[in-house]
């Protein structure tokens, strides 16, 4: 299971004041981040409380262990950063000398004028102050940027509108929203990779049961097939829509405006109606142009015919007729 996925269900669990939840949510979006990023920053929590911070670090640690079961022992065993010097250099020989010794994706200090003098950007810091909870990154001889950016349920569908400067994201609360965006953007031309949510992924197959965002994005690239090959459509992501229907989806990771990561966007699908499992059809087959010609629809098809074998078009098709027909003649 993925971090993010793993975060609700895990701080839903939890039985203690919303400020340690707020703080513990806030350190796994820090990891959030990390796997999105292909970094490994550690993470800091500052506290005067001895009891609150301590009881956050072991709930953390707990939750680093679940996710990554076959990382070293004591990478998560949390260690103290006091780091001083009086200048930068000195500062930096000193976190040298104490990584020599000993290394911990979490670290704890009253306060983050422990490790003031280290250079900016090294450190997620999880600030504990009374009944308030913040993130940041470590600043040099300053206190550490605020970073305001959650992982939370009502930011998934928004997310599928973020990797280009879109004025109305945070307008997009609802799949009522979203597909009314998606509409427009397809009317006016607009033909985009949709990305999955930032640590996220799609999953192999996409059935009625699987997450609004991901038969959002199934419906979307079937309107940009639709507005190609003038074929019409009235798929939606109702129970309705999705009853008998199996979407597998294209995948290409790209990388994302607003930071370097880079996101799994989908790029196309192939989707089968299975309401009779015993005669399988080809619904639809589409990928957008830029990733044509480079074997990614052939590498799937071949997987679905070993999966249903020969496979009929749903309906009088033209266009699925020719899909079929260039598979076959290029298997």
């Not at 033909?191 to 994005?217: C, H, N, V």
């Not at 690239?221 to 229907?245: A, H, T």
């Not at 799994?264 to 087959?285: D, F, M, R, W």
Request: charged content about 25%; overall charge negative.
């Amino acid at each position: 299971m993925d971090i993010r996925t793993e975060k609700v269900s895990f701080i839903n669990s939890l039985n203690l004041p919303e400020d340690e939840k707020d703080a513990i949510s806030l350190a796994i979006d820090c990891l959030i981040d990390n796997e999105s990023l292909s970094e490994d920053i550690p993470i800091v929590v500052t506290s005067y409380d001895d009891y609150k911070r301590n009881c956050v670090l072991q709930i953390i640690q707990k939750f680093c262990e679940r996710i990554y079961p076959k990382a070293a022992e004591d990478l998560f065993e949390p260690e103290i950063l006091n780091i001083f010097g009086k200048t930068g250099e000195a500062a930096c020989i000193a976190l040298i000398k104490k990584l020599q010794s000993s290394y911990s994706m979490l670290y704890w200090a009253d306060s983050p004028s422990w490790f003031s003098s280290l250079p900016s950007g090294l450190f997620h810091v999880i600030s504990i102050e009374g009944n308030k909870v913040s993130r940041g990154l470590n600043q040099k001889n300053s206190h550490p940027t605020k970073v305001t950016r959650t992982y939370n349920d009502d930011t998934l569908i928004a997310e599928l509108f973020n990797t280009f400067s879109h004025s109305t994201n945070a307008q997009i609360t609802n799949t009522k929203a979203a597909e009314e965006k998606f509409y427009d953007e397809c009317n006016s031309g607009l033909i985009r990779p949709l990305p999955a949510p930032t640590g996220l992924f799609f999953e192999e197959e996409i059935t009625i049961s699987s997450p609004d965002w991901q038969k959002l994005a199934c419906v979307a690239i079937r309107r940009y097939q639709s507005k190609e090959c003038k074929d019409g459509m009235n798929w939606n992501i109702s129970d309705q829509g999705w009853s008998g229907v199996v979407a597998y989806p294209l995948i290409e990771k790209i990388q994302n405006i607003t930071d370097s990561g880079f996101r799994e966007c989908l790029i196309g699908l192939i989707t089968i109606n299975i309401k009779n499992p015993q005669k399988p059809y080809l619904s639809t087959a589409w990928i957008h142009p830029f990733y044509r010609q480079k074997g990614k629809m052939k590498a799937l098809w071949r997987i679905l015919t070993e999966k249903y074998g020969e496979l009929d078009v749903e309906e009088p098709n033209s266009n699925m007729q020719a899909f079929l027909k260039a598979v076959k003649t290029n298997a």
